[in-house]
């Protein structure tokens, strides 16, 4: 069955970076454009980033833009979002998700990211 593994994430201070990976299995990954959310606790789950399935054009939520980037690597089935310069505000769980057009095809379970001095 079709499956989105998380990892990467963990505790960072205000300023440093992280790397968060997603591993696809059980479909086909080329075919899916592949995004990530984030939900901090109390909050609604929301959009942080995407990228087509052939990695051509991505897509930002205003508050990461110009310090997250999402890639990903059709060989390895893997998305990745680099995160730099993080904020306390971007402490939250970080899922990522395959879909095509309007169907979803799987979430990840999620990584937790705490920016916290």
């Known amino acids: 069955q079709a499956q989105l593994v998380e990892s990467g994430g963990g505790l960072v201070q205000p300023g440093g970076s992280l790397r968060l990976s997603c591993a696809a299995s059980g479909f086909i990954f080329s075919s899916y454009v592949m995004s990530w959310y984030r939900q901090a606790p109390g909050k609604e789950r929301e959009f942080v980033a995407s990228v087509t399935s052939t990695g051509g054009i991505t897509n930002y939520a205003d508050p990461v833009k110009g310090r997250f980037t999402i890639s990903r690597d059709n060989a390895e089935n893997t998305v990745y979002l680099q995160m730099n310069s993080l904020k306390p505000e971007d402490t939250a769980v970080y899922y990522c998700?395959?879909?095509?057009?309007?169907?979803?095809?799987?979430w990840g379970q999620g990584t937790q990211v705490t920016v916290s001095s």
């Open positions: 998700k395959a879909a095509y057009r309007d169907y979803v095809r799987a």
